[in-house]
Structure formats: C-alpha cells, structure tokens
C-alpha cells in the first residue's frame, strides 16, 4: 500500500483525492492547501461537474474523514516546511500548479517524500506519459505533463510505431480552464486568456504537442500545436493532423486504433467509438483517449486527420494515479 500526499487541493487534486478513496493499493495521508479545512470539506461534497460526492464527507480540527478512511489536513505555505516524512507519506502529488521545477520538487523529497509526481508540464525533469514511456517512470521527481499531452502521446506513438509519422500538427478543441477569466479582464498570461471564458472562443498557445516530444524524443521539431479555448465546462477533443511515412487509408488507421485500444499497453489508456458523440458524453471517463473512429480521414494517401476525446480533468488525473500505481 503506497501512502499518497496531495499539495494542491484544486481541480487535479481533488480528483487525485477521490479516484486514491477508490484505490485498494493507495492511501492517502496528507493534503496540504492554503484554503481553509471548512472550504476544502465543501469543495469536495459539492462539484458543479460530476456532482455531489457519493461519501460523506467531515473533518475536525486538522484531519479529514470519508468514509470510513480519514487524512491529515494542513495549510503550510512552504514546501519546505511539509511534514512528509512525519505523515510517512512515499509520493506526493504536487499540483498547485505553482511548483512545476526541479528544485521546488527536490524540497518534497528533503521532506520526506520518495517520489514527486507534478501534474504538468516541466521544464526539467522528465515527462512520462502512463502507456507510452511507463518504464521511465522509475525516477524519483517526474512530471505528468497535460491532459491534452495524455490524450495525444498515444495516438502517436501508436501509428508513428504502426504507419509512421513525417510531421505532425495538432489543434485541440479545450474546455475552459481557471487560467482564464469569468469577465473580460487583463490576463498576464496571453491577453485572448482574459476575456470572458464562457462565451468566447478563444485560440491559445498549447505546449501539449511539445511536451509529447519529451515523452517521445523521435518527433522533437516535427510536432507542433495551438489551441482553442471554447464555453464547455469540461470535455475537450484533439485534432491531429500528419504526414504519414507510408500509404495509409482512414480504414486501415481506424483498424490499428480499435487494436492497440485492446491490448494490454493501452487497454486503460486508448478507447475508440463509432458513435456520434459530444463533449458532456465524456465526462467522467477514466480513459486519456478515446477515437472518435467517423472523423478519420486520409487524403491522397499520406494526409490524416485523426480526432480523439478526452475528460481533461477526469481523465489525465486517471492517467496521473496509474503511474503512481507503475512505481
């Protein structure tokens, strides 16, 4: 039974929180956050996405109870100065999404920690994406990259292994994010990220292509990527676009995808569908990818377009846990 830390108790941690209340082989200790225990308990009762938490939830002063499981509960403000090695906590799950380096990791594990896990992508560690570069998940600070990184490393490194791949360009239809605004304000990130998220569609920089070529070196210059940011809550689909290195045919494509989907490497990563789906029809799924099989297309042999969906929370955190779980 690994023990489990969360520092962050936002989106991805509070995901990361319950699919751990769900594991046979995790437990969680610990929780670190800046908002208070009264504010935390609510924001796990009640979810405006998937709804009211199934467990009931309560507290005391500085423990968590669900369920019958419970965790510590604090709000420390320096990595440094989190009491890892006292709640005997082996891997910490470092998603507040402020501490995405090398050194900022390396405080967890002077803390006690075993492993970091960062849920995003970083400069300088390395990226491992659950299913396609598992077995190099064996070092002691890694990230998790995006969900859109999640969501395309398979669908790469499958048909590059299968058909091959020249080039790639991927476009990736997202869901809304707390990095943009509910009101038209300034945004120091890119000035489209400040204007009003739920009734714009916004294009944005996506670093997702490029953190794939961490994952897989063999496409670094040959895979770029954008975005668009449009007023759905949650549930996103990519588009990926590439030259292949052979004659190919959308059939043939499709043939491979519905394959490597049930093979023992991608059965919990890759699903594919041939039914006319929408972005509220993937949430909740566990899944990093899932093919939306009647929108592959091939042109003149060598062009194709390949779109695959994906919960860009529910999903990638699933994605997170399973690597915890590979360790």
């Given at each position: 039974?690994?023990?489990?830390?969360?520092?962050?108790?936002?989106?991805?941690?509070?995901?990361?929180?319950?699919?751990?209340?769900?594991?046979?082989?995790?437990?969680?200790?610990?929780?670190?956050?800046?908002?208070?225990?009264e504010n935390a308990v609510y924001?796990?009762?009640?979810?405006?996405?998937?709804?009211?938490?199934?467990?009931?939830?309560?507290?005391?002063?500085?423990?968590?109870?669900i369920g019958d499981k419970s965790f510590h509960y604090s709000s420390v403000r320096e990595i440094s100065d989190l009491p890892w090695s006292e709640f005997q906590a082996e891997v910490v799950i470092e998603s507040t999404g402020l501490f995405t380096n090398r050194a900022d990791a390396e405080k967890h594990l002077a803390s006690g920690a075993k492993f970091v896990v960062i849920s995003g992508p970083t400069k300088d560690t390395p990226t491992i994406v659950h299913g396609v570069n598992t077995d190099e998940g064996k070092v002691n600070i890694f990230s998790c990259a995006s969900c859109t990184t999640n969501n395309?490393?398979?669908?790469?490194?499958?048909?590059?292994?299968?058909?091959?791949?020249?080039k790639a360009v991927l476009n990736t239809t997202h869901a809304y994010t707390a990095s943009q605004t509910l009101m038209d304000a300034p945004s120091k990130k890119e000035p489209r990220m400040g204007r009003t998220a739920g009734i714009n569609l916004a294009?944005?920089?996506?670093?997702?292509?490029?953190?794939?070529?961490?994952?897989?070196?063999?496409?670094?210059?040959?895979?770029?990527?954008?975005?668009?940011?449009?007023?759905?809550?949650?549930g996103s689909i990519s588009d990926v676009t590439f030259i292949s290195e052979r004659p190919t045919s959308a059939?043939?494509?499709n043939e491979i995808l519905i394959e490597e989907s049930l093979s023992?490497?991608?059965?919990?990563?890759?699903?594919?569908?041939?039914?006319?789906?929408?972005?509220?029809?993937?949430?909740?799924?566990?899944?990093?990818?899932?093919?939306?099989?009647?929108?592959?297309?091939?042109?003149?042999?060598?062009?194709?377009?390949?779109?695959s969906w994906y919960d860009n929370e529910w999903g990638f955190t699933n994605q997170m846990i399973r690597q915890i779980g590979a360790l």
């Open positions: 039974m690994k023990k489990i830390g969360i520092n962050g108790l936002g989106r991805i941690g509070r995901a990361s929180l319950k699919l751990i209340m769900e594991s046979d082989h995790l437990e969680l200790v610990a929780v670190n956050d800046l908002m208070s225990i924001l796990l009762k009640y979810d405006s996405i998937y709804g009211r938490y199934e467990r009931e939830v309560t507290h005391s002063e500085n423990m968590v109870y395309i490393s398979p669908i790469i490194e499958i048909l590059g292994r299968r058909i091959g791949i020249k294009p944005a920089a996506t670093g997702a292509a490029i953190a794939t070529t961490k994952a897989l070196p063999q496409y670094a210059g040959k895979f770029d990527g954008v975005a668009v940011r449009v007023p759905v809550s949650v059939e043939e494509i023992s490497r991608y059965k919990e990563v890759v699903g594919t569908t041939d039914e006319p789906l929408v972005s509220t029809d993937i949430i909740k799924s566990p899944l990093a990818s899932i093919v939306d099989l009647a929108m592959t297309r091939v042109v003149d042999g060598d062009l194709v377009k390949v779109m």
